[in-house]
Every structure is written in C-alpha cells, then in structure tokens.
Antibody, heavy 123, light 113 residues
Framework: EVQLVESGGGLVQPGGSLRLSCAAS????????MNWVRQAPGKGLEWVSY????????YYADSVKGRFTISRDNAKNSLYLQMNSLRAEDTAVYYC????????????????WGQGTLVTVSS | DIVMTQSPDSLAVSLGERATINCKSSQSVLYTSNNKNYLTWYQQKPGQPPKLLIY???TRESGVPDRFSGSGSGTDFTLTISSLQAEDVAVYYC?????????FGQGTKVEIK
C-alpha cells in the first residue's frame, strides 16, 4: 500500500524557516517524481514544486521560487521542502504527492497524496 | 502561465440526478504529438487530501465509480457525475499538466439539494 506521511509543520514567525519531510513507503520511491502542493485554509489547491526521480529536474511555482528548495533522498525514501523567508501567505496545509507517471521527466497528475502538514506563519 | 477556470463555483443537485462541472483553460492543453489532453480531475472531501478521479481528461482512475466521467478537448472540459450519491458531496478540482508548472482550477463545491 502506497503511503506518504508528511511532518515538520508548525508555527513560525514571518521571515523564519521550516523544513518539511515526506516519508514514502509501499512503492519504489526512486522511480517516481514527487511534488509538493499546498492549500491555504478554506482555499483551493496550489502546486508548489516538482522534483524528478533522480533529482535532475526541479521546478518551482513563481510564488516560492528563490525561497523554497525541494530535495529528496532515495536511500531514505524521503522528500523534503526547505522553506526560507516565510510569509503570512505561505500559511497552508502542505501535501506531498506522487506523480502518476512512472519515471516521468516533468509533472503530470498526482495519484497518491499524503494527509498533509500545517504550516502557520504568524507573529 | 495557463489559467484554469471552473464553473460554476458551487452547485446543488438532487440525489440521483446529474451533476456537471466545467473547466476551461486559457490555452489548449492538447498535445498534438500524442493526441492527449493534459487535464485531470480530483475530488476533495472535508478534512481529506484530494483524490485522483480522472486523468488524460477521460481516463478513470482504478476504483473510481463509473458514474464519474470526463470529457472535452483543447480548452473546454467537463466532469459529469451521472447519478449523484450522498458520498459525492465534495469539492472538485481540475488541473492542467500541459505546462511544466501545473495549475489547478479554483474548485467547484457539490452539495445535495
């Protein structure tokens, strides 16, 4: 059974940093691209970042480019999101999501999602 | 950037009746090289992560009831629930993956009338 479990969320002050993790199990993690998607309270979904299976290709949404860094450790079956210079508008539930295309070279659709971790940016 | 616009923002449908949700992209999401529409649909129930329903505009994900269907091509797409059930109350999102930077529609809330 595919499982994605996010952790690392919490309350942080504006300008602060936070590192999210996503532990994957139930599939060959090193063969799939991964994504982060966020959802502000009561709002819709916003794609945040993509990383290919080998980490060779990375994309970011304009809203986080230069502040967030996606990475992965295939030996640990883990995905990460380093978030710096956090702003109030970054407050959201952050989901990690598996890309639905095996060994894809870009983001497609997302076939498995974690339960999410809440990040709150407030003073 | 490709902008996705859904309509309506919300709709109320009687149990057993048809629900139709529209999604329009600001540019075509049809790749002519493989004749595939890079469009997907998700269902999100309160307190839960999104669930994949449809991909490539009309391919139903395994385990998704056949009352859910996707159609359309180019810039205009539709998600149809042929006979609404109580468990279908949710917010539905379309998403394009034609661009390397995916984008979601704003969501459509489906309720029981």
């Amino acid at each position: 059974e595919v499982q994605l479990v996010e952790s690392g969320g919490g309350l942080v002050q504006p300008g602060g940093s936070l590192r999210l993790s996503c532990a994957a199990s139930g599939f060959t993690f090193s063969s799939y691209s991964m994504n982060w998607v966020r959802q502000a309270p009561g709002k819709g979904l916003e794609w945040v970042s993509y990383i290919s299976s080998s980490s060779s290709t990375i994309y970011y949404a304009d809203s986080v480019k230069g502040r967030f860094t996606i990475s992965r450790d295939n030996a640990k079956n883990s995905l990460y999101l380093q978030m710096n210079s956090l702003r109030a508008e970054d407050t959201a539930v952050y989901y990690c999501a598996r890309d639905g295309v095996y060994s894809g070279d870009r983001s497609y659709y997302f076939d498995y999602w974690g339960q999410g971790t809440l990040v709150t940016v407030s003073s | 950037d490709i902008v996705m616009t859904q309509s309506p923002d919300s709709l109320a449908v009687s149990l057993g009746e048809r629900a139709t949700i529209n999604c329009k992209s600001s540019q075509s999401v049809l790749y002519t090289s493989n004749n595939k529409n890079y469009l997907t649909w998700y269902q999100q129930k309160p307190g839960q992560p999104p669930k994949l329903l449809i991909y490539w505009a009309s391919t139903r994900e395994s385990g998704v009831p056949d009352r859910f269907s996707g159609s359309g091509s180019g810039t205009d797409f539709t998600l149809t629930i042929s006979s609404l059930q109580a468990e279908d109350v949710a917010v539905y999102y379309c998403q394009q993956y034609y661009s390397p930077l995916p984008a979601f529609g704003q969501g459509t809330k489906v309720e029981i009338k």
